[in-house]
């Protein structure tokens, strides 16, 4: 009864059997019981769950939660290898530790994700819907849902408090694939503000600021509050060496910076930045020099922070924001370890 509620074997999962999706074998004893049983089926994308979700599973895949690509591709970006499988190192911090990120089907339909603090959500029910505080929390609190949640910062999203959910903006496709590999999260089609405010676009708006300011404001640059920035990661195995424990820094801050990458979805000027916990030396543990490449990439990354309000400190005047040099990206924010790139993202300065 702790693992399996009485009304769960009334469902449509229930009623499957637990040897159908767990294996095992149906025996007096614990032991036997369970000599082989699988404690995560979900594991396997072409497995139990695509029997009846196979249009779910095919799209899954590709998806950023499933093969989280763009971890994969950022760190070999700051390595300089065209792959993987070019360096043993590389591919081995990956697995120790990058690949925790990896999300199951079951990490958000029943159980937490193994990476928060794992266990069923609650008695092996299946939800349709995820629970948001259970699951999107588990792996992005640290940041986006704790940030929109209220849990990290000074106060949380004007539309969680409202009610909303990451489901009301992001399409099912952020979660569950579209069937096309992107190279990063960035690649796949990311909700906007102007898709529900699109009368508040610069030139249409009855706000002048908005018209003003054009498009060479981010909206968070004006809506967004202090979000959660890491510095120094460093990686260490454990007592076995089976697995790598990261560690690192972190400080509220509020940046304004030069966009990295201007693109037609984001063609910004200025966008709020946050500071990625990457170092030189993050990787040292494992082996000595493998991000050679890391001063031409920056660590301030664009950052669509989660905590919108309509009325913050930063647009409760124009002094309050043009006059306000501890707002902006400058160089003395950049640590001693950072990347000489960021020094492109400073905000020029009457």
């Known amino acids: 009864m702790y693992l399996v509620s009485k009304e769960f074997l009334d469902t449509a999962h229930g009623q499957l059997g ?6 095992g074998e149906n025996a007096q004893t614990q032991a036997e019981a369970h000599a082989t ?8 994308i072409d497995g139990i769950c695509s029997k009846c979700h196979g249009g779910v599973t095919e799209t899954f ?3 950023i939660h499933n093969n989280i690509k763009g971890m994969e591709n950022g ?3 700051f390595s300089g290898k065209d792959s993987m499988p070019d360096s043993p190192a590389h591919a081995e911090a990956f697995g120790m ?12 339909h029943v159980s937490r994700p193994k990476p928060y603090t794992g266990g069923l959500i609650s008695q092996h029910e299946f939800f349709k819907t995820p629970p948001m505080e259970e699951t999107c929390y588990g792996c992005h609190g640290a940041r986006n849902a704790g940030e929109f949640m209220g849990e990290v910062g000074f106060s949380g999203d004007v539309h969680f408090e409202k009610g909303m959910t990451c489901m009301d903006c992001h399409p099912i496709e952020n979660f569950h694939g579209d069937g096309q590999e992107y190279d990063s999260m960035w690649e796949q089609p990311l909700p906007s503000c102007l898709d529900c405010h699109e009368d508040e676009k610069p030139g249409n708006s009855e706000i002048q600021a908005h018209n003003v300011h ?4 981010s909206c968070q640059v004006c809506h967004a509050q202090a979000n959660n920035n890491c510095f120094e990661c460093h ?4 007592e076995d060496k089976t697995a790598l424990k990261s560690s690192s820094q972190t400080k509220l801050m509020f940046k304004i910076g030069l966009n990295p990458n201007p693109t037609p979805e984001r063609p910004y000027k200025y966008v709020t930045l946050r500071h990625i916990p990457t170092a030189k030396d993050t990787f040292d543990s494992v082996e000595e020099g493998m991000l050679p490449n890391f001063d031409n990439i920056n660590n301030w990354k664009y950052s669509p922070t989660h905590n919108i309000q309509k009325n913050t400190f ?3 005047s124009c002094e309050s924001c043009h006059e306000n040099d501890k707002l902006f990206l400058n160089e003395k924010d950049l640590w001693e370890s950072d990347s000489e790139e960021n020094k492109r993202l400073i905000v020029p300065r009457p």
């Open 61 to 63: 895949e590709f998806s």
């Open 214 to 217: 054009g498009e060479d404001l």
């Open 75 to 77: 760190l070999m970006a």
């Open 18 to 23: 637990c040897i159908n999706c767990h294996g």
């Open 314 to 316: 930063q647009n409760e």
């Open 97 to 108: 530790n990058c690949i925790n990120c990896h999300a199951t089907c079951g990490d958000c």
């Open 235 to 238: 990686v260490d195995y454990n």
């Open 37 to 44: 049983m699988n404690p995560y089926p979900s594991a396997d």
